[in-house]
């Protein structure tokens, strides 16, 4: 079993991080964000990918979700952790403070790829719950563990960026009851569940977004959540090294069976130019 880790560049620098190796991996949807780090940590094998690349070279909407997601099954990943800067609707989810959301309301555009799926096989994932309950509930524990003031379930609102909302838009999600703001996750949550991989985030509010401007606190600047990031980075560590040895092979929920009742396509009917390519998704459930 391996764990895998998404986020910022910096978050590789974990103590205690042994046997480093960046491995460089292809996938038939094209170019992750980067080579990979494999690694050591508390004991467990660990793949982690800067999101944005190393130097942050790449937008939101410009991120190849199927890739990266594809080239950690590739790796062998069964658990990823996903680690995003957020901005908050709710004046209790303050900067500094982390959440660990059990929902996603996509407003991308459709920009983004978001399915593995198509090209001769049609399915239907189960996606009322995006979040894996068992290691969203490890990183929450995790963090009260480490001294972060920690927030278990919310929903993460996925705008397209990667410019920052208007008030009038800030002001319309929160309106709808939205609790936090980001640019990536969704996608990676829904191809994770795809691929069968136990996924969840651990959100760092960096920000009020902008739907509180004019008061003290301010509305969201680049270099309030370059500041914040920063001093949250240690943080996210502390509680990645706690969940790390937490996350165990036998967890009991349904997110490693998805695809078992959702795959409509007769195997007869799927190209066989399909079934190689997703041969490490659908593999087990088709005929070759």
Same mark, same amino acid.
């Given at each position: 079993?391996?764990?895998? &880790?998404?986020?910022?560049?910096?978050?590789?620098?974990? %103590?205690?991080?042994?046997?480093?190796?960046?491995?460089? &991996? %292809?996938?038939?949807?094209?170019?992750?964000?980067?080579?990979?780090?494999?690694?050591?940590?508390?004991?467990?094998?660990?793949?982690?990918?800067?999101?944005?690349?190393?130097?942050?070279?790449?937008?939101?909407?410009?991120?190849?979700?199927?890739?990266?997601?594809?080239?950690?099954?590739?790796?062998?990943?069964?658990?990823?952790?996903?680690?995003?800067?957020?901005?908050?609707?709710?004046? %209790?989810?303050?900067?500094?403070?982390?959440?660990?959301?059990?929902?996603?309301?996509?407003?991308?555009?459709?920009?983004?790829?978001?399915?593995?799926?198509?090209?001769?096989?049609?399915?239907?994932?189960?996606?009322?719950?995006?979040?894996?309950?068992?290691?969203?509930?490890?990183?929450? =524990?995790?963090?009260?563990?480490?001294?972060?003031?920690?927030?278990?379930?919310?929903?993460?609102?996925?705008? %397209?960026?990667?410019?920052?909302?208007?008030?009038?838009?800030?002001?319309?999600?929160?309106?709808?009851? *939205? =609790?936090?703001?980001? *640019?990536?996750?969704?996608?990676?949550?829904?191809?994770?569940?795809?691929?069968?991989?136990?996924?969840?985030?651990?959100?760092?509010?960096?920000?009020?977004?902008?739907?509180?401007?004019?008061?003290?606190?301010?509305?969201?600047?680049?270099?309030?959540?370059?500041?914040?990031?920063?001093?949250?980075?240690?943080?996210?560590?502390?509680?990645?090294?706690?969940?790390?040895?937490?996350?165990?092979?036998?967890?009991?929920?349904?997110?490693?069976?998805?695809?078992?009742?959702?795959? &409509?396509?007769?195997?007869?009917?799927?190209?066989?130019?399909?079934?190689?390519?997703?041969?490490?998704?659908?593999?087990?459930? &088709?005929?070759?």
């Amino acid at each position: 079993m391996k764990i895998g &880790i998404i986020g910022g560049s910096g978050l590789y620098n974990i %103590e205690g991080f042994s046997d480093p190796k960046w491995v460089k &991996i %292809e996938t038939p949807f094209g170019d992750p964000s980067d080579e990979y780090l494999t690694g050591s940590l508390e004991g467990r094998e660990i793949v982690f990918l800067p999101r944005h690349g190393r130097g942050h070279k790449i937008t939101p909407t410009e991120l190849n979700f199927r890739a990266n997601i594809y080239g950690m099954k590739k790796l062998g990943v069964d658990s990823i952790i996903s680690v995003a800067a957020v901005g908050s609707f709710k004046k %209790e989810l303050k900067p500094l403070h982390m959440i660990v959301p059990d929902q996603f309301v996509d407003r991308t555009n459709q920009a983004r790829k978001t399915t593995f799926f198509g090209d001769g096989v049609v399915v239907h994932i189960p996606f009322a719950h995006p979040v894996c309950d068992c290691l969203a509930k490890i990183l929450y =524990d995790s963090g009260k563990e480490a001294g972060a003031t920690m927030h278990l379930g919310g929903t993460y609102l996925n705008m %397209e960026g990667p410019a920052f909302s208007t008030k009038a838009e800030s002001l319309l999600y929160k309106s709808w009851g *939205m =609790d936090i703001i980001g *640019m990536t996750n969704m996608a990676e949550a829904r191809l994770a569940r795809e691929a069968e991989i136990c996924y969840a985030t651990l959100a760092m509010v960096t920000d009020y977004d902008c739907w509180c401007e004019g008061e003290e606190i301010g509305s969201v600047t680049i270099d309030i959540i370059i500041d914040n990031l920063r001093r949250n980075a240690q943080r996210a560590k502390d509680i990645i090294k706690k969940a790390v040895p937490k996350i165990k092979d036998d967890r009991p929920c349904a997110c490693r069976q998805t695809l078992k009742y959702s795959i &409509i396509t007769e195997s007869r009917f799927i190209p066989q130019e399909t079934k190689k390519k997703l041969d490490i998704i659908i593999g087990k459930y &088709i005929k070759k």
